[in-house]
């Protein structure tokens, strides 16, 4: 099946400008900024001469500076005229070519994390931070107050002495619950919990030493580094060795959607998609189901025993009916001051606790999984591929995904890890 396509050729010279950038970089970016069906490569000639009698080569360094160019774009037929037209005010000085291009096969590898794409491009700049002496409460107030759960920790000299997560703060600073759970309480639930951590300072709890990332190293290589260490964030720094930002997992998924092609329109136009991954294929197969039927006391004894955040609701052939978190549970628990640290953090098994608080496990035994369930939950097929698992993350603002089979059957669970594990196992 042939392909109705136009080969546009620019003959134009290295010296030739468009909006104080050089012509040739005006001009890839702006069939980039298509987002169509469409390549364009740049040619640097050794040696040309022009109509107005000027000439270029190499072999004398005055005349070397005006060197001809070749840009050459192959874009589809019916898209030709409208790009020219925007071309032609930008041309300058040059001669401009329109041939037909009869194409038999067109096939484009995809890539979810450009190459091109450096950290500095994709990091969030000017992240706040702690120093040494900065007492552990406020640190954990700060990273309440923020959509990040890790600040980098300054020594004097400006340089990053460690990094303080969620993790540190639950493990060396004794704080009961995530950040998520503990900005759900009331302020006095809050501040009661955080008690114990009130005398430490960041330089007691913080990891170090840190793994950081330059800021023009490449995107690629900050997720192969970020899966391989198991990290979810990472101070940037510039060569000087200062703080210049953060990369988080968010950042490298927002830089995905924005820098995507429409993938879909491509297909549209008979572009085979190679190395189109699929969520089936890099889902985690996690069963944590429970029943409809399931008491609250079951569920909440699975999610701690199993140090698991949440669990799928499932019916007896295994369709998926709803999701249950523990944010759904702590309203159920809240009022009991004993079961806030120890059942969240393991201090008691659930039997333990029950002893203490025969009122309360009667009260949870008596509700189910059914009537507690978040029941409009996204999901998506597994045969989706990752990208659009990566883009309906990203605008819905979501850490994971449930995934369904045609049939509504529970499969698993995609996380933001898991695309980032695919990408690199794509990528060598």
Same mark, same amino acid.
């Given at each position: 099946m042939s392909m109705d396509y136009k080969m546009i050729t620019i003959f134009t010279s290295e010296d030739r400008t468009w909006n104080g950038k050089p012509l040739y970089e005006a001009v890839l970016n702006y069939i980039k900024g298509l987002r169509t069906a469409a390549r364009c490569t740049v040619w640097r000639g050794l040696a040309g001469c022009y109509e107005n009698g000027e000439i270029a080569t190499q072999k004398l360094l005055e005349l070397s500076y005006n060197m001809p160019l070749k840009i050459e774009i192959i874009i589809p037929g019916s898209e030709a005229e409208a790009v020219l037209t925007s071309l032609d005010p930008m041309i300058t000085d040059g001669i401009v070519a329109v041939n037909d291009l009869n194409i038999r096969s067109f096939k484009s590898s995809k890539r979810l994390v450009p190459g091109y794409l450096k950290v500095k491009e994709v990091m969030t700049s000017s992240p706040k931070t702690a120093s040494l002496d900065t007492p552990v409460r406020e640190i954990a107030d700060l990273l309440l107050a923020s959509a990040f759960k890790g600040i980098p920790v300054m020594d004097p000299n400006h340089h990053v002495a460690g990094i303080i997560t969620q993790q540190d703060l639950i493990q060396k600073g004794n704080m009961p619950m995530r950040l998520g759970l503990l900005a759900r309480l009331e302020p006095g639930q809050r501040k009661e919990l955080l008690k114990p951590n009130s005398s430490q300072k960041a330089r007691e709890i913080m990891t170090h030493p840190v793994i950081t990332i330059k800021e023009e190293q490449h995107l690629s290589e900050a997720v192969r580094l970020m899966v391989q260490r198991k990290l979810k964030r990472i101070p940037v720094i510039n060569e000087q060795g200062t703080l210049v930002g953060m990369l988080s997992r968010v950042d490298i998924f927002h830089s995905m959607t924005q820098s995507a092609p429409g993938w879909a329109h491509l297909?549209?136009?008979?572009?085979? /998609?190679?190395?189109?991954?699929?969520?089936?294929? *890099? #889902?985690?197969?996690?069963?944590?189901?429970?029943?409809?039927?399931?008491? /609250?006391?079951?569920?909440?004894?699975?999610?701690?025993?199993?140090?698991?955040?949440?669990?799928?609701?499932?019916?007896?052939? +295994?369709?998926?009916? +709803?999701?249950?978190?523990?944010?759904?549970? $702590?309203?159920?628990?809240?009022?009991?001051?004993?079961?806030?640290?120890?059942? =969240?953090?393991?201090?008691?098994? =659930?039997?333990?606790? +029950?002893?203490?608080?025969?009122?309360?496990?009667?009260?949870?035994?008596?509700?189910?999984?059914?009537? *507690? #369930?978040?029941?409009?939950?996204?999901?998506?097929?597994?045969?989706?591929?990752?990208?659009?698992?990566?883009?309906? #993350?990203?605008?819905?603002? $979501?850490?994971?995904?449930?995934?369904?089979?045609?049939?509504g059957n529970f499969k698993g669970m995609i996380s933001r890890d898991s695309v980032l594990r695919a990408l690199i196992k794509d990528e060598g």
């Open positions: 297909e549209e136009r008979n572009i085979v /998609i190679t190395n189109n991954t699929s969520v089936k294929e *890099i #889902m985690t197969r996690e069963m944590n189901t429970v029943k409809p039927e399931t008491p /609250i006391s079951e569920v909440i004894e699975k999610i701690c025993s199993d140090d698991i955040q949440r669990a799928a609701v499932v019916d007896n052939q +295994g369709r998926f009916l +709803g999701l249950i978190s523990d944010f759904d549970l $702590l309203p159920f628990i809240s009022n009991y001051p004993l079961t806030i640290w120890d059942l =969240f953090v393991s201090k008691l098994t =659930f039997s333990e606790a +029950g002893r203490k608080n025969k009122e309360l496990v009667d009260h949870l035994k008596a509700k189910t999984a059914a009537e *507690i #369930m978040q029941k409009n939950i996204i999901t998506i097929l597994e045969d989706a591929t990752a990208d659009e698992a990566v883009q309906l #993350m990203t605008e819905k603002e $979501l850490k994971r995904l449930p995934v369904i089979d045609n049939n």
